[in-house]
């Protein structure tokens, strides 16, 4: 068995799944991206008088799509410490790896206790965002 969860706190998932689901004693979170809980605005991106994206700031992405995933970690039980395995997809690996690297480094400044990561770059993604997030937690049993 197991246990959709949703979260106000993050935002709205752009097809009909949930923003996580427990099984067991692990947490497995769908795709998270930057967009913000509010109004769907993606954080840093810049477009022109006719709506096209004309420039983002991969900086601002990478902190917002890690406090969504924060508030998804913690509408199911579970904290930052809990993640275990990280896979990142950056539609422009060889402009943003270095910056999203950095930001990486400020929430797990220790690699002994960072999860695990892969990191793919991609063509595309659902919405104009850059980076997207999907994540697996191990969640402590409740005795």
């Known amino acids: 068995m197991s246990d959709a ?10 097809g009909a799944y949930p923003h996580a689901r427990r099984v067991g004693d692990l947490l497995f979170l769908s795709g998270i991206g930057p967009r913000a809980a509010a109004d769907d605005r ?6 022109d008088a006719d709506g096209k994206l004309v420039s983002y700031d991969i900086v601002a992405q990478c902190h917002s799509v890690f406090a969504n995933v924060r508030a998804v970690l913690e509408a199911s039980g579970a904290g930052w410490d809990d993640l275990v395995d990280v896979t990142v997809y950056l539609t422009d690996m060889a402009r943003d790896f270095r910056a999203y690297n950095a930001v990486w480094a400020e929430y797990f400044p220790d690699p002994a206790k960072a999860p695990f990561r892969t990191t793919l770059g991609i063509t595309a993604l659902p919405t104009p965002i850059a980076i997207e997030l999907k994540c697996v937690a191990a969640l402590r049993s409740v005795v």
């Open 5 to 14: 969860i949703q979260t106000a706190k993050a935002p709205r998932a752009v």
């Open 42 to 47: 993606i954080p840093g991106n810049v477009h």
